[in-house]
């Protein structure tokens, strides 16, 4: 690969994205509303390091790509409701964490803080329309990078189950299927299946405890948006459910996961005290 950290290819791929999705959707997003919220991610991740003596090991692409997760997904008013997203999204991996590991995904903790306690705040999961080129430029790009991280199982899940509650509901409603295409062609749908659900710094380390988080978030997000008329269901939904992690890695146990920088994940597999460590990068 041309770059040698995977999260380069994120942010090379989150940056497209965002400037995409401005040239070719009209979305209102204002350019100082991103300036905002990087320079709230990346400085609340050096106070953040300095704070806790990790100034050595300082790396700001994970703050860089929650930043852009947010632009993406997140829209507001005010900037201060930009800067709270992004302060509370970087700050969540340093106050929530059981061991060194935090368990809430950065943005989908920043969004939902915008959420609740500002009044400003909104996301527009159909901002991205239902063309079928823009699905096939989020599986593509999110692909070569779950294939680098080896998460598809974690996008499978949830994608497969979410589909197959939705296929029958469709079928139990006497629907055409056209409609279930509706519900399921969604840009931020699948942005959020390939870019945030699978965040191998928050999410459980087993593939079974994987597989098994996937579907209840699904699940919860199929009862959220059909029952109670949600239209951020996925969000909401990850965030309920982000606290499982932590049960299921008790449950099943597996080598914990951190990122070697400059390496891939196969070269970056060794064994430490018994306990083998792989390379990873951080989602959104």
């Known amino acids: 690969m041309l770059l040698k950290d995977i999260r380069d290819y994120q942010i090379l791929f989150l940056g497209s994205f965002l400037a995409l999705g401005i040239g070719t959707r009209d979305w209102t997003l204002r350019p100082e509303m991103i300036g905002v919220a990087i320079a709230c991610c990346l400085s609340t991740q050096l106070i953040f390091s300095f704070l806790n003596g990790q100034e050595q090991k300082l790396n700001l692409r994970s703050a860089l790509i929650t930043s852009l997760g947010l632009s993406l997904l997140l829209r507001a008013d005010h900037w201060a409701t930009m800067a709270l997203a992004a ?15 935090h368990f809430f995904n950065p943005a989908n903790f920043g969004i939902i803080s915008a959420l609740v306690f500002t009044s400003d705040a909104w996301v527009s999961p159909g901002q991205w329309g239902e063309e079928w080129w823009y699905g096939l430029l989020f599986a593509g790009t999110g692909g070569m990078i779950l ?3 080896g ?3 974690t996008t499978a899940a949830f994608l497969g189950s979410y589909s197959l509650l939705e296929a029958i509901r469709n079928l139990w409603l006497g629907w055409t299927w056209d409609v279930y295409w509706h519900r399921l062609m969604s840009g931020s749908l699948l942005l959020f299946a390939l870019f945030m659900v699978t965040d191998p710094r928050s999410i459980p380390n087993a593939k079974i405890g994987r597989v098994i988080w996937a579907i209840c978030i699904a699940s919860l997000t199929f009862i959220l948006r059909n029952y109670f008329f949600l239209s951020t269901a996925v969000f909401w939904s990850l965030f309920a459910l982000a606290p499982l992690t932590i049960l299921i890695d008790f449950l099943w146990s597996s080598p914990r996961f951190s990122w070697l920088e400059g390496r891939g994940r196969e070269a970056g597999s060794r064994e430490q005290g018994g306990e083998k460590q792989m390379t990873v990068d951080s989602a959104l």
């Open 87 to 101: 302060v509370s999204a970087i700050a969540s991996k340093f106050l929530f964490k059981v061991g060194d590991k």
């Open 151 to 153: 998460r598809w199982d």
């Open 147 to 149: 294939q680098r991280i």
